[in-house]
């Protein structure tokens, strides 16, 4: 073997190429609240069960913001990115016209 055939290849050489990684930037998704409002019909019991079933709120949690929605006009069941938030602002509404209460649920961005 010759060894200008050997040096082509080697540290250095003329072949030799620097491969850097570049960290692509990904940026954290927005997250919207939910927020459920208060009306003068829906069951405090109902909104206590909205909170359990579709936020998996235990029964006292769920019945602090219940009771915040009761008080303050509004509260926050969670914090979720956009498609989850939309999804859970959609299930809470179809439930609460599936057993006729006025229930609003709404996301805003945080």
Same mark, same amino acid.
């Given at each position: 073997m010759?060894e200008? #055939?050997?040096q082509s290849?080697?540290p250095g050489?003329?072949?030799t190429?620097v491969i850097t990684k570049?960290?692509?930037?990904?940026?954290?998704?927005?997250?919207?609240?939910?927020?459920?409002l208060?009306? #003068?019909y829906t069951?405090?019991?109902?909104v206590?069960h909205v909170?359990?079933?579709?936020?998996?709120? #235990?029964?006292?949690?769920?019945?602090?913001i219940?009771l915040?929605v009761?008080h303050h006009?509004?509260?926050?069941?969670?914090?979720?990115?956009?498609?989850i938030?939309?999804t859970k602002v959609t299930?809470?509404?179809d439930?609460?016209?599936?057993?006729?209460h006025?229930?609003?649920?709404?996301?805003e961005?945080?």
């Open positions: 010759a200008d #055939d050997n290849g080697s050489g003329p072949n190429s570049t960290k692509p930037k990904t940026k954290r998704p927005s997250l919207y609240r939910v927020l459920i208060n009306d #003068d069951p405090m019991e109902f206590v909170l359990e079933r579709f936020f998996q709120k #235990d029964l006292e949690a769920a019945t602090q219940m915040h009761h006009g509004i509260g926050e069941c969670g914090v979720f990115t956009y498609e938030a939309e299930q809470v509404m439930f609460a016209r599936k057993h006729q006025p229930l609003q649920c709404v996301m961005k945080k």
